[in-house]
């Protein structure tokens, strides 16, 4: 009798459940998924210079005998994963992006650390604006990083006997590069044309990359808080974005921070871009790399960045110039960097809307407060595929 019992119920649980999955795939809103990525290797070969000069903190130039690289570009090589749906009038996308570089020295699999990566959601819709939590690239900045160029080349090759990740683009020259900061961001339209942007993010530590710069914690007292202002127009538009944070010392605490000016044209096939910024503590090519003296006392900053590009059919040219300033802190002396400029050219074409082949030249160079000068050439033949 208990086995009638199982076999005339089974098949009404089975279908219980099957109506209730139905049921429930029907309620549930569906979700969208995708993926896009980007590969990129360039060969570069750089005229290093040989005068015997020194200029302490300069952004990772090159001395001795000329020197040649096969490595990623400006752009990280990128492999993006994203899922999005809508619930209840709101728009959800949460974001996983994969950013190796295409570059290793070392035998065996490779031992470096060529990890980067980027992972946040955001939620929010028009009416509310939206919210942004988890890692991925800072506000301030992000809009002159974004009119560089490079992001399809090279720009500065930085320490190109043992690439880094990426190379510098023009950070360092005109500009500070925008990190990737684990932040909780809040975006919101301020009617038709004007955006702004306001949130905290996990302090970062300083750094030295040889510049005699302070190293050690931040303390994480208190968050970071970054923001921008944004008008868009029919041509382009123009944009402030600022970037704070406290540092602790053995000597005082102080606060790092910057503020820039971004502007940008679109002129029928040409576009025009400019940039300019100043800071106090917070680095010159990279955030807290080398933003005060050995011992804390931070080090005044800034700079100006302006680009020209012009396209015909599926070939890309442009020309930029930028200038980056640095002041002496307490204990630095006359071999500190006192000024980077970098002028660089290059064309780009595109073949089926995906594969870019590319050259560049850039001619950097380093100034300290001594009047000594390090002098570097740089040309660059890139492949990349975007899908």
């Known amino acids: 009798m208990t086995h009638k019992t199982t076999r005339l119920y089974l098949p009404a649980l089975v279908g219980a459940l099957l109506a209730t999955t139905a049921q429930a795939e029907t309620a549930a809103p569906a979700w969208d998924f ?8 360039h060969a570069v070969f750089a005229d290093c210079d040989d005068s015997g000069a020194v200029v302490a903190g300069n952004a990772l130039l090159c001395t001795g005998e000329d020197a040649t690289s096969v490595s990623n570009g400006y752009s990280p090589a990128s492999f993006q994963f994203s899922a999005s749906t809508q619930r209840e009038g709101f728009d959800i996308k949460a974001v996983l992006a994969i950013e190796p570089g295409t570059t290793d020295n070392s035998a065996f699999n490779g031992n470096g650390d060529n990890r980067a990566y980027r992972a946040f959601f955001t939620v929010g819709n028009a009416d509310m604006g939206t919210i942004k939590v988890g890692r991925d ?6 809009d002159v990083v974004l009119e560089d160029m490079a992001l399809g ?3 500065a090759p930085a320490s190109i006997r043992s690439p880094l990740n990426t190379t510098l683009g023009a950070a360092g020259y005109g500009y500070v590069f925008a990190d990737r900061l684990s932040q909780i961001t809040y975006s919101r339209q301020l009617g038709a044309n ?3 942007d306001i949130g905290v993010f996990q302090p ?3 750094v030295s990359f040889g510049g005699n710069g302070y190293v050690g914690d931040s303390g994480s007292e208190r968050p970071g808080i970054h923001g921008r202002l944004r008008y868009n127009h029919e041509q382009g538009y123009i944009s402030s974005t600022f970037y704070s944070q406290d540092v602790a010392t053995p000597n005082g605490d102080y606060t790092a921070r910057g503020i820039d000016v971004t502007a ?9 871009a400019a940039s300019a910024f100043d800071g106090q503590g917070f680095g010159y090519y990279g955030l807290l790399i080398d933003g005060a003296d050995i011992n804390g006392t931070p080090r005044d900053t800034s700079g100006w960045f302006t680009q020209a590009t012009h396209t015909i059919g599926a070939t890309k040219f442009g020309i930029n110039y930028g200038v980056s300033t640095i002041d002496l802190a307490g204990a630095d002396t006359l071999v500190q960097v006192e000024q980077q400029s970098k002028l660089s050219a290059g064309v780009w074409h595109t073949l089926w809307s995906m594969f870019t082949v590319s050259g560049e030249i850039s001619r950097m160079e380093a100034e300290s407060h001594a009047g000594d000068s390090i002098e570097n050439t740089a040309f660059s033949v890139g492949l990349a595929l975007s899908f």
């Open 137 to 142: 690239y800072g506000v301030f900045g992000i």
């Open 34 to 41: 995708d993926f896009h990525g980007y590969v990129n290797a």
């Open 204 to 206: 970062l530590d300083p």
């Open 194 to 196: 004007l955006q702004a």
């Open 153 to 155: 080349g090279v720009g």
């Open 264 to 272: 940008a044209l679109q002129l029928g096939a040409t576009r025009l």
